[in-house]
């Protein structure tokens, strides 16, 4: 999608129900809305042999503008299924788009109806559609289509503008950024260089790293902004634009983040004992967190005063005082088996446990914070 342009608001009082229609298609179906929309479709237009077809068409306020069109008002996403409920791209013939609009909405973008033309949305940039006709005492605008997408009444930004000529478009925010201490198991804050002539951001979350659809979409008045309420150890993208009134800025590079993994939870000590050769012996457990994907377990046993103590992890014959092993995907409930040695009867022990993602460099960003027991004593 765009860069600079204006931002739209499209109209959305009495915006019209989805209607949703399934036939044959050799059969024609006429498919109208309460605004005077309409979609005409011949027999065989859609597919050139019979077969049963599902035609669903949205209104939806959620419409972008783009620095080359301002979009009127309200749009219609258009899909066509066939009997396998496979989407059906290019049509065997092509079918009747018409959109309404009014005098109110040509005055709120100071046009005329010779200046709107039908434009259709490919998910990255409007383009007009051939040989669309206005009926300026219908208020209307008609064209063939051999394809369905997302339809809209569309005026060019120049035209848009034209009560705006001084205005100019804020410039792109710089300086994208995590904030370090900011990133937490569900939420973390991003922050960027403020804009010295925008009055409003514009920020986009998205999860993975190739993902095309925001996840939600934030304006801020503020040059930063608090992303809450997502799900641990996942991996984000955001990027920000700068507003000033209808006019926004190109949006910046992505900036990606990866939340912290969630804390083990129930952590519990038991079956304390000591071992024939004097060991201490003693077992722990605890809930892995939900999203445990390429997470380990790092567990540490200390003393009173916090002090880390060597001990054994299950079979290992190596003492050291920090454990690791990769959490199981399928099983929420982990066991372990720890041994300390004899010096440690009697002594007031905890141990400690925490989410790490698994890497091949080292780094705090992708561990969560230690949950730990309370004292306990290993006694004969």
Do not use: C
């Amino acid at each position: 999608m765009s860069a600079k342009g204006r931002t739209t608001t499209a109209a959305t009082n009495d915006l019209p129900a989805q209607q949703r229609k399934q036939f044959s298609s050799a059969n024609q179906q006429v498919i109208n809305f309460s605004d005077n929309a309409s979609f005409r479709m011949s027999a065989y237009s859609l597919k050139n042999s019979a077969d049963t077809m599902t035609v669903i068409i949205t209104p939806t306020a959620e419409v972008p503008s783009t620095n080359t069109h301002q979009v009127l008002s309200y749009a219609y996403e258009a899909e066509a299924l066939d009997g396998n409920n496979s989407t059906v791209g290019k049509f065997s013939g092509s079918v009747a788009v018409t959109l309404p609009y009014t005098e109110s909405q040509l005055a709120a973008f100071n046009v005329t109806a010779e200046d709107i033309t039908m434009a259709i949305y490919d998910g990255l940039a409007w383009q007009d559609v051939t040989g669309a006709v206005v009926n300026a005492s219908a208020h209307t605008i008609t064209a063939n289509v051999t394809g369905f997408g997302t339809f809209a009444i569309t005026t060019s930004v120049r035209n848009a503008a034209e009560d705006n000529l001084d205005a100019t478009t804020p410039d792109q925010p710089t300086n994208l950024r995590i904030l370090k201490n900011s990133r937490q198991a569900k939420s973390f804050t991003v922050k960027w260089k403020a804009v010295e002539n925008a009055d409003a951001y514009e920020v986009e979350l998205y999860q993975d790293a190739h993902s095309t659809t925001p996840l939600a979409t934030y304006t801020v008045t503020k040059n930063q902004k608090k992303i809450v309420k997502q799900k641990a150890n996942t991996l984000y993208r955001v990027r920000v634009r700068a507003l000033d009134g209808e006019l926004f800025s190109d949006w910046t590079s992505y900036q990606s983040v990866r939340t912290r993994p969630q804390l083990p939870s129930n952590l519990r000590i038991f079956q304390k004992t000591v071992k024939e050769n004097g060991e201490g012996y003693f077992k722990v457990s605890f809930n892995q967190p939900k999203n445990r994907k390429k997470l380990k377990a790092v567990i540490q046993v200390v003393d009173e005063t916090g002090q880390q103590i060597d001990f054994q992890l299950g079979q290992k014959e190596k003492w050291q005082k920090k454990s690791s092993f990769k959490m199981k995907a399928k099983k929420k409930l982990q066991k372990r088996a720890i041994t300390v040695a004899d010096q440690y009867l009697h002594t007031p022990l905890r141990v400690k446990v925490r989410s790490a993602r698994i890497l091949k460099t080292k780094s705090t960003l992708y561990r969560s914070a230690f949950v730990q027991s309370s004292l306990f004593l290993i006694e004969y």
